[in-house]
Every structure is written in C-alpha cells, then in structure tokens.
C-alpha cells in the first residue's frame, strides 16, 4: 500500500520560497502520478500541479505558473514543490496524492497525505 508524507512547510514572507517534499513508502512511485492540493481555511481543496509517472508532463494551476515548480526523483521515492514568489493567497494546507495519471480529477486521486502547513505572511 502506498504511504505518503508531506514536509517543508512553514511560516515564509511574502516574496519567499519554500519546498515541499511528499516521501512515499510501501510502493515505488514509478508508476504514479502524483498531485499537490491545497486547501485554506473555509475555501475547496484545489489542484495545484501534477507530475506524471514519468516526470515528462506536468501541469500547473494557473494562480501558481511561473512561481511553482513541480519535480520528481523517482530513485529517491520522492515529489517535491518548489515555491517561490509566494504570496499570502498561498496560504493553505498542502497534501500530496497518487493517481494513474494526471486527470485533474481530484476523485481520482489516493493515498492522501495528512498535510504541510504553508503560511505566507509578514
């Protein structure tokens, strides 16, 4: 079964940069896609980038192209997001999760991460 974990989050000033990692167990990654969402507070979960198995396509939410970047190292079982020019709307809770592909359909998604806090604020 497969396991994710979440790390990297924290408190950032606007302007910053953090990078989230989401480490998997049980399974390789090789085989999945793998999603980063978010939610704040009082708002829906939204998609913000996926990567496919494969690491050759990626997409992107558009409130966050150009300033995250999506990436994988399938020999370290690991997706990680890069973050910069962050912004207070980035604030939110941030889960990984796997899927076959990227569908961007957040039902087909599984294996969810309990979550890294990100707080962009000054």
């Known amino acids: 079964q497969l396991h994710l974990v979440e790390s990297g989050g924290g408190l950032v000033q606007p302007g910053g940069s953090l990078r989230l990692s989401c480490a998997a167990s049980?399974?390789?990654?090789?085989?999945?896609?793998i999603g980063w969402f978010r939610q704040a507070p009082g708002k829906e979960r939204e998609g913000v980038s996926c990567?496919?198995?494969?690491?050759?396509?990626?997409n992107y939410a558009d409130s966050v192209k150009g300033r995250f970047t999506i990436s994988r190292d399938n020999a370290k079982n690991t997706v990680y997001l890069q973050m910069n020019s962050l912004k207070p709307e980035d604030t939110a809770v941030y889960r990984c999760?796997?899927?076959?592909?990227?569908?961007?359909?957040?039902?087909?998604?599984?294996?969810w991460g309990q979550g890294t806090q990100v707080t962009v604020s000054s």
């Open positions: 990567i496919s198995s494969s690491g050759g396509s990626t």
């Open positions: 999760a796997a899927a076959g592909r990227c569908s961007g359909m957040i039902l087909d998604f599984a294996s």
């Open positions: 049980g399974l390789t990654l090789d085989y999945f896609a």
